[in-house]
T-cell receptor
Framework: AAGVIQSPRHLIKEKRETATLKCYPIPRHDTVYWYQQGPGQDPQFLISFYEKMQSDKGSIPDRFSAQQFSDYHSELNMSSLELGDSALYFC???????????FGPGTRLTVL | AQKVTQAQTEISVVEKEDVTLDCVYETRDTTYYLFWYKQPPSGELVFLIRRNSFDEQNEISGRYSWNFQKSTSSFNFTITASQVVDSAVYFCALSASTQGGSEKLVFGKGTKLTVNP
């Protein structure tokens, strides 16, 4: 069965650079969630989209922005990267906003 | 606000021992879901179980079993006859309705389980 695809899987950036993470949900899933997991931490909710509209925001820095496109894939844009942005970024998708979330493999971002 | 507490930060056992991971949650939602995820050193989140708040039946899946007690707001996870491959960080999570009308997951801090040969 098709799963959530995230790209790239690994990304290394310098401080103050920008990064774009991509998420391709399971086919027919219309809801996407982004989570950030710092080293030794639990995943924290960043933002979610339902039918291409932002549905909720969590503890997402103003330097980050995200959107969901017409084909339901989502991109998380991160600017002015800081060392503290180094983390695993998970994308999850669901069919509808109140159904089970399926997680992607994550993108490991390292900021040097 | 929703909250998940996993009081055990780290547990170390010897292979074939049984081990129980504790999870206590807080929520004001009348309908919610509870989850357990396994995160091996490779980093992916492996889904283990999703339980509806109205279903208090215990569940067993192979060596894994879950005990859901609404009266104590607990959703504990037991691994029977642990194996080295069970070594991982285990997260308990709770679904939380949001102001925007969707649902996010709130995770506990995780319990790192080490199974020694």
């Amino acid at each position: 069965a098709a799963g959530v695809i995230q790209s790239p899987r690994h990304l290394i950036k310098e401080k103050r650079e920008t990064a774009t993470l991509k998420c391709y949900p399971i086919p027919r899933h219309d809801t996407v969630y982004w989570y950030q997991q710092g080293p030794g931490q639990d995943p924290q909710f960043l933002i979610s989209f339902y039918e291409k509209m932002q549905s909720d925001k969590g503890s997402i820095p103003d330097r980050f922005s995200a959107q969901q496109f017409s084909d339901y894939h989502s991109e998380l844009n991160m600017s002015s990267l800081e060392l503290g942005d180094s983390a695993l970024y998970f994308c999850a998708s669901s069919l509808g906003a109140y159904n089970e979330q399926f997680f992607g493999p994550g993108t490991r971002l390292t900021v040097l | 606000a929703q909250k998940v507490t996993q009081a055990q930060t780290e547990i170390s056992v010897v292979e074939k021992e049984d081990v129980t991971l504790d999870c206590v949650y807080e929520t004001r939602d009348t309908t919610y879901y509870l989850f357990w995820y396994k995160q091996p050193p490779s980093g992916e989140l492996v889904f283990l179980i999703r339980r509806n708040s109205f279903d208090e039946q215990n569940e067993i899946s192979g060596r894994y079993s879950w005990n859901f007690q609404k009266s104590t707001s607990s959703f504990n996870f037991t691994i029977t006859a642990s194996q080295v491959v069970d070594s991982a960080v285990y997260f308990c999570a709770l679904s939380a309705s949001t102001q925007g009308g969707s649902e996010k997951l709130v995770f506990g801090k995780g319990t790192k389980l080490t199974v020694n040969p």
